[in-house]
C-alpha cells in the first residue's frame, strides 16, 4: 500500500470518527417519511390523525437525536402550502412568499406531529418531492428513496375544509393521464407514485370522520 493511499484511508477513518464523536445528523440513517400530507380539524380544533408523521434524526451510528431542531421547507412546493397558524405545539412557522418553513424543535422532533394546510395554487407543477428537511441546518433526504418528501393535502380548494369541492378536484387529478402528488395521500405507506382508491378512501374517511375543517377555522391562511 503507498504512503499516499495510507493518508487517504487514515484521513478518512479520521473524518469517520469525527462524525460519530460530533452526533451529526446522518442523511442515511435518519428517519424521513417519503411524503406527508396536510389534513384539517374537528369542530374541537383537533387535528386529523391520518396526517400524522414522524422524523426521527439519528447520528451515523444510528443514535436518535431528539434534541436537534427540524426544519420542513414548502418554498419549493408550487401548489400545495402550509397553514399560517398550526395546532400542534411547539412549531414555528414562517409564511410570506420568498420562505415557507416550519421548524420545531426538542419536545416535538422524534415524536408524530400533524400539519395544517392545503392546495393553494391548481399548479400544473408537480409538488412530488418539493419539501427539503433539514436537522440543524443538516439536509436530510429520505430514507427509502434518497429525496426530498413529497406533500399532498386533503384541502383541495383554499384552505376553506373538506367538502365536495374537495373530491371533485381529488377526480379531476385522478383521472387527468398525468400523477399530482398533491392528490397522492397515501404515498407515505409505500413511496409509490400512484393515485388510486386507496387514496379516495383515505380522503372520505377524514370526510366522515368530522375533520373537514380547513386553515381558515383556525384564523389563518395558507401561505403565499
Not at 427540524?70 to 410570506?96: A, E, K, M
Not at 398533491?182 to 379516495?200: I, K, T, V, Y
Request: glycine share 12%; hydrophobic share 40%; charged share 15%.
Amino acid at each position: 500500500m503507498s504512503a499516499k493511499t495510507s493518508s487517504f484511508l487514515l484521513a478518512l477513518a479520521l473524518s469517520w470518527a469525527s462524525l460519530v464523536h460530533a452526533g451529526v445528523a446522518s442523511p442515511i440513517r435518519s428517519v424521513v417519511p417519503c411524503g406527508i400530507v396536510l389534513v384539517g380539524v374537528n369542530g374541537q380544533g383537533v387535528p386529523d390523525p391520518a396526517g400524522a408523521f414522524t422524523i426521527i434524526p439519528k447520528d451515523i451510528a444510528g443514535n436518535p437525536q431528539c434534541y436537534r431542531d427540524i426544519t420542513l421547507d414548502f418554498s419549493g412546493c408550487p401548489d400545495v402550502s402550509i397553514c399560517s397558524v398550526q395546532v400542534t405545539p411547539g412549531v414555528t412557522v414562517t409564511c410570506d412568499a420568498a420562505k415557507r418553513t416550519i421548524t420545531f424543535g426538542k419536545g416535538v422532533t422524534c415524536t408524530p406531529i400533524t400539519l395544517i394546510g392545503g392546495v393553494a395554487h391548481r399548479s400544473l407543477a408537480a409538488s412530488s418531492g418539493c419539501v427539503k428537511v433539514y436537522a440543524d441546518g443538516m439536509l436530510l433526504t429520505d430514507g427509502q428513496a434518497n429525496q426530498p418528501m413529497t406533500l399532498a393535502a386533503l384541502d383541495e380548494s383554499g384552505g376553506d375544509g373538506l367538502g365536495p369541492s374537495d373530491l371533485s378536484l381529488w377526480l379531476i387529478d385522478r383521472f387527468s393521464g398525468s400523477y399530482r402528488a398533491r392528490s397522492d395521500f397515501n404515498h407515505a405507506e409505500g413511496c409509490a407514485s400512484q393515485l388510486d382508491p386507496a387514496d379516495l378512501a383515505f380522503w372520505l374517511s377524514s370526510y366522515f370522520a368530522g375533520y373537514t375543517r380547513g386553515c381558515s377555522s383556525l384564523g389563518g391562511a395558507l401561505c403565499p
